[in-house]
């Protein structure tokens, strides 16, 4: 049974450009929630996508947006890209109750802008 | 807004000893996760506490809430350097009239167990 799986693993942007990061979920779950765990850090909720819509969303500016595909994998979208933005991206999915089974988080995407 | 406090954020024990690391939330929530991260890895859920007093038991490591205290916590027993990891507590709250939750981290407590 594949967990959550991430790509890429590793990223490397400059300022101002615009990166996208994929999520596929666990086998039979179809929430996936984003995470952004700058160093040293816990993970900060950026937003959570069920049945292709937006359904919740952290404290995170419009440059963060998102997809929901059909197949229940995600992408998650950042434009103009900020120093600030370096950190690990992580993907994380679980059943259809309103977020409140356990999520299975993925290996992540470590995003180093420069 | 919700807030999540761990204690210590850093842990430095020999092999064979005993602590409890602390985790303090500031909103009602009956629903707390323990989550353990080695690293340049992802997070590995350990435990999900749901109810006022439920005390949960993995191998060396016990968590326990009291949802009337707002607290939670996590005692290592005799501990072995392979705990060596940065545990994280997390707090589910629902935001808005969806029905959908989202999780609220600590800070983290980096354990390092030293022969």
């Known amino acids: 049974d594949a967990g959550v799986t991430q790509s890429p693993t590793h990223l490397i942007k400059t300022r101002g450009q615009q990166v996208t990061l994929r999520c596929s979920p666990k086998s039979g779950h179809d929430t996936v929630s984003w995470y952004q765990q700058a160093l040293g850090q816990g993970p900060q909720f950026i937003f959570q996508y069920y049945e292709e819509e937006e359904r919740q969303r952290g404290n995170f500016p419009d440059r963060f947006s998102g997809h929901q595909f059909p197949n229940y994998s995600s992408e998650l979208n950042v434009n103009a890209l900020l120093l600030g933005d370096s950190a690990l991206y992580l993907c994380a999915s679980s059943l259809p109750t309103g977020g409140r089974e356990t999520q299975y988080f993925g290996p992540g995407t470590r995003l180093l802008v420069l | 807004e919700l807030k999540v406090e761990q204690n210590p954020l850093f842990l430095s024990m020999q092999e064979g000893k005993n602590y409890t690391i602390y985790c303090n939330y500031s909103?009602?929530?009956?629903?707390l996760y323990w989550y353990r991260q080695d690293p340049g890895k992802s997070l590995e859920s350990l435990f999900v506490l749901l109810s006022n007093g439920a005390v949960k038991q993995e191998g060396r490591l016990m968590a326990s809430l009291d949802t009337k205290a707002r607290l939670s916590t996590l005692h290592i027993t005799a501990a072995v350097h392979d705990l060596s990891a940065t545990y994280f507590c997390?707090?589910?709250?629902?935001?808005?009239?969806?029905?959908?939750?989202?999780?609220?981290f600590g800070k983290g407590t980096k354990l390092s167990v030293i022969p």
């Open positions: 909103t009602t929530s009956d629903r």
């Open positions: 997390a707090v589910d709250m629902q935001y808005s009239g969806a029905g959908s939750y989202q999780l609220t």
